[in-house]
C-alpha cells in the first residue's frame, strides 16, 4: 500500500534515527506513562528509577526509593504480612537465575499496609554483563477478591446441587431395598439406572468443581507437614465401601522404615489420590486388586496406585491426560465418566511440583505413579500455581 | 439399643436416615439445625451424632464448639460427619473439632450408612451395643 493511501506525508518518510538524547526522552516517557508499577535498579539491586504508578502502589515518593536497596526499602511479605526470605524473592530469583521471573507476590507499603502484586522482574544486560533489573507489577487485590469470591459462589453451588441429588439417590436406593413394598426385578432394574444417573452427576459436579479452581489457578496453598501414609490409610477408608460394592481388595502399604513425612497442601494430595484411586476401582472388574504403595525417597516421596484392571490400551496412552479423553475400551464397559479426573490430576500434581507417570497392559493392570517434592516447589511457596 | 442424633436440615434427608437407622434398630432423634442440637442433648444423650456441616443457624463446625465447651471434650459420644464438602478445609475443621469419621452423602447409600454408623460405634468404645450383627444389612 502507498503511505499516501492512508494520509501519511511522504516527506515524513524514512523514519530518521533517533539521537542518544531522543532515545532517553522516549525510554523516560514509556517508563513514567507505565499504567503499572516500575522500578528499576543498578546490578547491586540499588533503585535507580520509579515511575509514578509504583510512588501510587507503594506509598513512597521517588526521592525516598532512589539509591536505597531495592529488598530492604520494599518489603516482601507473605499473605498474613510475614516477610518472605530474601531469596524466595522475583527479584533476588532474577538476578541469580538471570531469566525473567512472573509471580504474584505481596508488598508492604509505607503506611504498613500489605497489597497483593502480579510481578514480572527482567535482568538488563549488555553483551550478557548485568546491568540491574526491571520490575514491573500490578495490584491484584481485586482480581484475588473475585477469585476467592468466585470459588466460595462454586463450593456453594456444588453442594447446594448435590443436596436435592442425595435425597434422590437415597430414597431411590430405599425403594430398591423395599422401605416402601418389595418391588419386582424390571422395577428395581430401572431404579438402578435413576442410581447410576445420580452418581454421574454427583461426579461431574465433583469434578467441574475441581476443574474450575485449578483452572484460575486459585487451589489454596497452605503447605503443611502431612504423612503419606495416613492421607493413604484415610483414602483407603473413605473408598471402601466403593471397593466393597465390586468386591474389590483395596489395600496398602510402606515399602522401607523411611518418614513418610512431606509439607505440602494435603487437600490437595487427598482430591490427587481419591482420584486415581477411585478410577482404578472403577476401570478394575469385580473381585479384582487395588493397592496403594508408599515409597519414601530421600527428596520425594514416591506413591503407586495398582490395579489388576482392564488397562489402557496403547493407542490411547499418549492421550491419556488430555481434558475430556476417555480411552474407547473403557467407553464400552463404563458409561460414567468424564474424561476430566486424570487431566485434573496432572494439573494438580504439576501445582504442587511432582511428575506423575504409568506403566499399563491392556487386560492386565495399570499402575499409575507420581512423585512429590518432601518440600513445597517454591512458585507454589509464594501462591503461584504454575499451569 | 443404641441411639443417635440426627442433625440435617434437609427435611427429605433427615427423614430417610430416620426411617433408616429406625429399621436398623436404633433409637432416632432428630434435629434441623446446631442450635436445635444443642437444646436436644440437654435431655437425650446419644451414642452417636449424625452430623451435617452446611446447615442455616448454626453450622455443624459451630454446633462442634459450644457442645466440647459445654462437654469439656469429656463425653464420649461418636460424631459422624455426614456431608457433601468432600476434601474440604471445614472436614479437616471437624476432626480437629472431634469428629471420628466423615461420610460423603452422595457417595452412601442406606445400606452403607447402617454399615458406617454400627462401624463407628464400634471403634474404641467402651459401651455394648445390642445384637450388632442383626442391625448391619448386607
Redesign the interface.
Known amino acids: 500500500m502507498n503511505p499516501t493511501d492512508i494520509g501519511v506525508p511522504d516527506n515524513l518518510l524514512p523514519m530518521p534515527r533517533r539521537t542518544r538524547h531522543e532515545q532517553q526522552a522516549e525510554v523516560e516517557a514509556i517508563f513514567t506513562s507505565i499504567g503499572d508499577g516500575a522500578i528499576t535498579t543498578d546490578e547491586f539491586g540499588r533503585i535507580t528509577r520509579v515511575n509514578p504508578a509504583a510512588q501510587e502502589l507503594l506509598g513512597y515518593s521517588e526521592a525516598e526509593l532512589l539509591g536505597e536497596w531495592f529488598p530492604k526499602k520494599i518489603v516482601a511479605v507473605t499473605s498474613d504480612n510475614q516477610p518472605i526470605n530474601l531469596m524466595d524473592r522475583p527479584i533476588t530469583k532474577a538476578f541469580l537465575t538471570g531469566r525473567p521471573v512472573a509471580e504474584k507476590t505481596y508488598y508492604r507499603r509505607k503506611n504498613g499496609e500489605v497489597i497483593a502484586l502480579a510481578i514480572n522482574v527482567s535482568s538488563i544486560l549488555l553483551n550478557g554483563k548485568p546491568l540491574g533489573a526491571i520490575e514491573v507489577f500490578r495490584d491484584i487485590t481485586f482480581e484475588q477478591e473475585v477469585d476467592r469470591m468466585k470459588s466460595e459462589f462454586i463450593?456453594l453451588a456444588?453442594?447446594q446441587l448435590?443436596?436435592p441429588?442425595?435425597?434422590i439417590?437415597?430414597?431411590t436406593?430405599?425403594l430398591i431395598?423395599g422401605?416402601m413394598g418389595e418391588l419386582n426385578p424390571d422395577q428395581k432394574k430401572s431404579l438402578r439406572t435413576v442410581i447410576r444417573a445420580?452418581?454421574r452427576m454427583?461426579e461431574l459436579i465433583?469434578i467441574l468443581l475441581n476443574v474450575t479452581r485449578l483452572e484460575s489457578g486459585n487451589i489454596?496453598s497452605t503447605p503443611k507437614v502431612v504423612q503419606m501414609d495416613k492421607i493413604a490409610a484415610e483414602i483407603i477408608?473413605?473408598l471402601e465401601?466403593?471397593a466393597n460394592g465390586k468386591s474389590i481388595n483395596l489395600s496398602m502399604r510402606v515399602k522401607g522404615k523411611d518418614s513418610t513425612s512431606l509439607k505440602t497442601d494435603?487437600?490437595v494430595v487427598?482430591?490427587i489420590l481419591?482420584n486415581l484411586v477411585s478410577n482404578a476401582v472403577k476401570y478394575t472388574p469385580e473381585s479384582g486388586n487395588v493397592q496403594i504403595v508408599v515409597k519414601p525417597r530421600k527428596a520425594s516421596i514416591l506413591v503407586e496406585v495398582i490395579d489388576s484392571g482392564w488397562g489402557i490400551p496403547k493407542a490411547a496412552q499418549e492421550q491419556i491426560f488430555s481434558k475430556f479423553f476417555r480411552a474407547q475400551n473403557i467407553v464400552k464397559r463404563e458409561t460414567t465418566g468424564t474424561g476430566l479426573g486424570l487431566y485434573l490430576v496432572k494439573g494438580l500434581i504439576d501445582a504442587l511440583g511432582g511428575k506423575i507417570w504409568f506403566y499399563s497392559q491392556e487386560g492386565k493392570g495399570t499402575t499409575f505413579s507420581f512423585s512429590l517434592p518432601r518440600s513445597l516447589h517454591p512458585k507454589v511457596r509464594q501462591g503461584k500455581i504454575s499451569k | 439399643m443404641s441411639s443417635i442424633l440426627i442433625v440435617e436440615d434437609d427435611r427429605d434427608l433427615n427423614k430417610a436416615y430416620s426411617t433408616i437407622l429406625n429399621r436398623e434398630g436404633y433409637k432416632v432423634e432428630t434435629a434441623f439445625d446446631g442450635q436445635e442440637a444443642l437444646e436436644k442433648l440437654k435431655n437425650f444423650e446419644p451414642d452417636l451424632i449424625l452430623l451435617d456441616l452446611l446447615m442455616p443457624v448454626m453450622g455443624g463446625l459451630e454446633f462442634l464448639q459450644h457442645w466440647n465447651l459445654r462437654n469439656k471434650q469429656k463425653s464420649d459420644v461418636k460424631v459422624l460427619i455426614f456431608t457433601n464438602m468432600e476434601n474440604s478445609p471445614e472436614v479437616t475443621e471437624a476432626y480437629k473439632l472431634g469428629a471420628h469419621r466423615c461420610i460423603i452423602k452422595s457417595w452412601t447409600a442406606p445400606h452403607n450408612l447402617a454399615h458406617v454408623v454400627n462401624d463407628t460405634l464400634q471403634t474404641k468404645s467402651g459401651k455394648t451395643k445390642s445384637s450388632k450383627t442383626s442391625k448391619t444389612k448386607a
Open positions: 463450593s456444588s453442594h448435590r443436596t441429588l442425595s435425597a439417590k437415597t430414597y436406593h430405599m431395598d422401605f445420580t452418581d454427583n465433583s489454596d477408608h473413605e465401601l466403593m494435603s487437600l487427598k482430591e481419591t
